[in-house]
């Protein structure tokens, strides 16, 4: 069984920065790809930023130049930084990750709620 864990969400005001974590754990032989996508209500949930096993990034227009996607392969853990926030920011924060267990298989964290708000 393999989870990712989430942390580090939180109400910030505009301008400010938060630092989201999510650490897989399980029964893991490797992991390919991993990434952030967030949901504003009323909204498709959309990419943010996505990082490969060999370090490639790629990111969402909105948050180029803000934001910055890292991994600690030796912890099985991604990070996203997010700095200026804007009140566009306002979601829920989702880890993905495609983890090779048993086979290969694309895994969810359960979300964190990051707010931007004065």
């Known amino acids: 069984q393999v989870q990712l864990v989430e942390s580090g969400g939180g109400l910030v005001q505009p301008g400010g920065s938060l630092r989201l974590s999510c650490a897989a754990s399980g029964s893991i032989r490797g992991i390919y790809a991993m990434g952030w996508y967030r949901q504003a209500p009323g909204k498709q949930r959309e990419l943010v930023a996505v990082i490969t096993n060999g370090g490639s990034t790629n990111y969402a227009d909105s948050v180029k130049g803000r934001f910055t996607i890292s991994r600690d392969n030796a912890k099985n853990t991604v990070y996203l930084q997010m700095n200026s926030l804007k009140p566009g920011d306002t979601a829920v924060y989702y880890c993905?990750?495609?983890?090779?267990?048993?086979?290969?298989?694309?895994?969810w964290g359960q979300g964190t709620q990051v707010t931007v708000s004065s």
């Open positions: 993905n990750a495609e983890i090779l267990g048993w086979v290969r298989t694309e895994y």
